[in-house]
Nanobody
Framework: VQLLASGGGLVQSGGSLRLSCAAS????????MGWFRQAPGKGREFVAA????????DYADSVKGRFTIIRDGAKNTVYLQMNSLKPEDTAAYFC??????????????????WGQGTQVTVSS
């Protein structure tokens, strides 16, 4: 599986961005998908995840109520809609795929495939 993330950019505090992660292959629904972020000098932090069926989602407390993860099976794409952005959301954002249909995890090492990062910068 190859993952291609896009949609990052520079936005003012309170603004919105939508990240996309396009996956190759024909078994997209066999993978749970996750978004992680990494700020300079910090470890990779869980942001959100969605099961292969799209029926269940999980969010970090820091983004709950502001970010939404959705997946489009027809386009083999997972999105991260980010609203009410804060300067502390500034980081490189990564999408990842987990060979699972019915469960997700917040542990980066458990994901099987990773996309390249897309930078999100929120100015105050």
């Amino acid at each position: 599986v190859q993952l291609l993330a896009s949609g990052g950019g520079l936005v003012q505090s309170g603004g919105s961005l939508r990240l996309s992660c396009a996956a190759s292959g024909r078994t997209f629904s066999s993978y749970a998908m996750g978004w992680f972020r990494q700020a300079p000098g910090k470890g990779r932090e869980f942001v959100a995840a969605i099961t292969g069926t799209g029926g269940s989602t999980d969010y970090a407390d820091s983004v709950k109520g502001r970010f939404t993860i959705i997946r489009d099976g027809a386009k083999n794409t997972v999105y991260l809609q980010m609203n009410s952005l804060k300067p502390e959301d500034t980081a490189a954002y990564f999408c990842a795929a987990l060979r699972s249909m019915g469960w997700t995890t917040r542990v980066p090492d458990e994901y099987n495939y990773w996309g390249q990062g897309t930078q999100v910068t929120v100015s105050s």
